[in-house]
């Protein structure tokens, strides 16, 4: 069995975000305080004990004190149930929580090349003690178990695949977009093969990504944007997902109807989505294809 | 009159730090959620409308989230009252929040020159459009009044000095300790000449640091410790508060007895620090010596 908790499901900026007055943010900030979301994330175990996050968001301090799970053990003056962080890319909204992760604790980071490159270009990464905190190259279709503090085996396996993307935005003009730019994850429970797929930022349901997703018993697939357009129509951006390398939810919910998913859970859900409303049209559309809307503090078994 | 809000109050790791169970982490994860506190961070405002960010600590999302008085504007889809951040020295606890101030908003940066070259070697920060979010150096004893993102004037007047500090820790065998990474403000209302000092962190009194504090009619100080070692006594560190740069309460309150000093609030305070439980002797101590211990959220007007 594996244990997962959506430690945050909105995308970058979150709702609210600081400065966005759209409906879904004023009201998240009065009336609604149950609209909140902090920026994605979640924490995977296989023993219930150790847990893995699957990026680490600016709100990753939050996301922390908010979840029992992940609070030290009693009695130790210095400890944490975090064992590692699992990087999909290297946006803002998926490391920078890395900083907040210092003060002396071991834990393992595993990332593509292409982002520890950006880790290590930025020497405000080195408030984690290399000899404390390994960085460790993924590499795509390389299944590799993730190790605990101790050395000893997490009894996780991950296999990463690269998924049509876009490379972290502000590297733009800099960097070229190459394959592990962006990655999709499969985990697996080694003791019984109970397994998810995490796909939080996915531009496109191409034959690769329709093929890893079959079957699959649950999925995390990406739910930024409900139409490619809504950034530009709310007048919030110039932007479309495209643009932005992220599917649209009416898009992906068809091409992905037949795919034979077990659960299928939206994240990185951006403040425009309206499918973030419960009751509008949009959430219905979702719910009745079979789509669930987390919210964070949200627990998964699998 | 300067209206000034205590976003956060504690030093880096804020209260409960993530991987910390010392007995005020504990208490606060628990049966005390009053002792929580996010990293240190103040508001100021010369007009009650735009307001200055006095560093972006990385809990700056929640922050803002939980002051009213930093929500977008009703009516506006994008929009924030706040103009700018003054940064007085180049940690994690003081920086990473610019990161979580993305999405198109035009403000400005205020630091030294060395705090400035830790966010131009660092790309991570391009998120900030340059274009948007201009980078202007702080020259210590060149007093300055922040624009607001219209070009008017804010009606602040901020002249910084250099504190006795230390260079950001993560850049330690790499760069030198010089003038200008740890910085001190005078702020001032340019209607009235109501002003403070921020001065959050600070190794020692020097006659210069108590000449700048004489008859300030409010300080804001160093409070990361009360004792110089108790990091190492209560086994949480191996290094002391003049190690990392700043001096202890212990020593801080008899050295600014017979300042003049009008109102005395403490900032950037770890939770090892004792005074932070409301009943001990420490925070009693502090109490009788005139020393306000801040909650986050707290009004000041000056």
Same mark, same amino acid.
Request: no cysteine.
């Given at each position: 069995m594996l244990r997962i908790i959506v430690l945050g499901a909105a995308a970058g900026g979150g709702v609210p975000q600081w400065n966005c007055g759209c409906a879904v943010c004023s009201a998240a900030r009065n009336e609604?305080?149950?609209?909140r979301s902090t920026q994605a994330s979640v924490a995977v175990s296989a023993d219930g004990e150790h847990w893995f996050l699957i990026n680490a968001s600016p709100d990753i301090r939050q996301q922390i004190t908010d979840t029992p799970s992940l609070h030290p053990k009693g009695g130790k003056l210095r400890h944490s149930p975090i064992a590692g962080v699992i990087l999909t890319n290297g946006e803002v909204d998926a490391v920078a929580g890395l900083l907040s992760l210092r003060e002396g604790w071991p834990f393992e980071i595993h990332a593509h090349e292409r982002v520890l490159s950006i880790l290590k270009s930025n020497s405000i990464f080195n408030v984690l003690n290399p000899e404390l905190v390994k960085r460790i190259p993924i590499e795509a279709g390389a299944a590799f178990e993730p190790k605990l503090p101790d050395g000893s085996p997490s009894g996780l396996e991950i296999e990463a695949f690269e998924a049509p993307g876009k490379a972290a935005w502000y590297l733009e003009g800099i960097a070229d977009e190459q394959p592990g730019d962006t990655l999709g994850l499969v985990v697996r429970s080694k003791a019984d093969g109970d397994s998810f797929v995490f796909l939080a930022a996915c531009s496109m349901v191409t034959p690769d990504v329709a093929a890893r997703l079959r079957n699959a018993p649950l999925v995390f697939f990406d739910g930024t944007l409900w139409r490619d357009d809504e950034m530009i129509a709310q007048g919030l951006s110039r932007k479309t997902g495209q643009r932005m390398g992220h599917i649209a939810m009416e898009a992906a919910i068809p091409a992905l109807s037949?795919? +034979?998913? +077990?659960r299928k859970v939206f994240l990185h859900i951006n403040n425009s989505n309206p499918a973030l409303l419960p009751g509008s049209p949009e959430r219905e559309a979702a719910e009745a294809a079979g789509w669930l809307i987390p919210s964070d503090g949200m627990e998964i078994k699998q």
């Open positions: 609604q305080p149950e609209l037949d795919s +034979g998913i +077990g």
